[in-house]
């Protein structure tokens, strides 16, 4: 009898979104590849436009936990240094059309997990400010692969004071550093 009452729990449960396994997160490629040829392995590219203009790029790594998913750091230590975007992934997500949301909305407020795809974006100021733009638009995000860690994103970002600017970058075949 507690059988069919336990498959009938994680039915429930994974119909509900109680399941980290968020392979539906993505939509397939279709034959789409991500362009990383000028990128070196185990690094990322990107440039920001509006509020500021350049590029940044550097050296990236990400950490998965089993529980949480993965958090992908981009971080520049060429160009405009210190500006850094974060992906936040779930468990369970596949290469494909990922539709990213603002970085806090991703993770579940209630447990640490990664429930979608979250992007964040700061920058320093020539002063040495840290600017946080957590307001996204406009984003996309294409993942050719998952480990190691290949794709491409754009996004519009607004910080809470109204500036605006306009990421774009690659990443290619980033690796895990820790577990």
């Given at each position: 009898?507690?059988?069919?009452?336990?498959?009938?729990?994680?039915?429930?449960?994974?119909?509900?979104?109680?399941?980290?396994?968020?392979?539906?997160?993505?939509?397939?490629?279709?034959?789409?590849?991500?362009?990383?040829?000028?990128?070196?392995?185990?690094?990322?590219?990107?440039?920001?436009?509006?509020?500021?203009?350049?590029?940044?790029?550097?050296?990236?790594?990400?950490?998965r936990s089993e529980d949480?998913?993965?958090?992908?750091?981009?971080?520049?230590?060429?160009?405009?240094?210190?500006?850094?975007?974060?992906?936040?992934?779930?468990?369970?997500?596949?290469?494909?059309?990922?539709?990213?949301?603002?970085?806090?909305?991703?993770?579940?407020?209630?447990?640490p997990v990664i429930r979608?795809?979250?992007?964040?974006?700061?920058?320093?100021?020539?002063?040495?400010?840290?600017?946080?733009?957590?307001?996204?638009?406009?984003?996309?995000?294409?993942?050719?692969?998952?480990?190691?860690?290949?794709?491409?994103?754009?996004?519009?970002?607004?910080?809470?004071?109204?500036?605006?600017?306009?990421?774009?970058?690659?990443?290619?075949?980033?690796?895990?550093?820790?577990?």
């Open positions: 009898m507690r059988t069919p009452i336990l498959v009938l729990l994680l039915m429930v449960l994974t119909a509900c979104g109680g399941s980290p396994a968020t392979s539906r997160v993505c939509s397939p490629l279709d034959g789409a590849t991500v362009d990383v040829s000028a990128v070196a392995v185990g690094t990322f590219q990107a440039t920001v436009t509006g509020e500021s203009n350049g590029s940044f790029s550097g050296e990236a790594s990400f950490v949480n998913g993965y958090l992908l750091n981009l971080s520049g230590t060429e160009g405009l240094v210190g500006t850094t975007v974060h992906l936040a992934l779930p468990m369970g997500i596949t290469p494909g059309r990922c539709p990213p949301q603002s970085y806090d909305s991703a993770l579940d407020p209630t447990q979608a795809v979250g992007v964040d974006f700061s920058m320093l100021t020539p002063e040495g400010y840290l600017i946080d733009f957590n307001s996204l638009s406009e984003s996309s995000l294409i993942l050719q692969s998952i480990e190691p860690l290949t794709g491409q994103f754009s996004f519009k970002a607004t910080s809470a004071d109204g500036k605006s600017v306009t990421v774009t970058g690659s990443f290619n075949q980033i690796e895990q550093v820790q577990e």
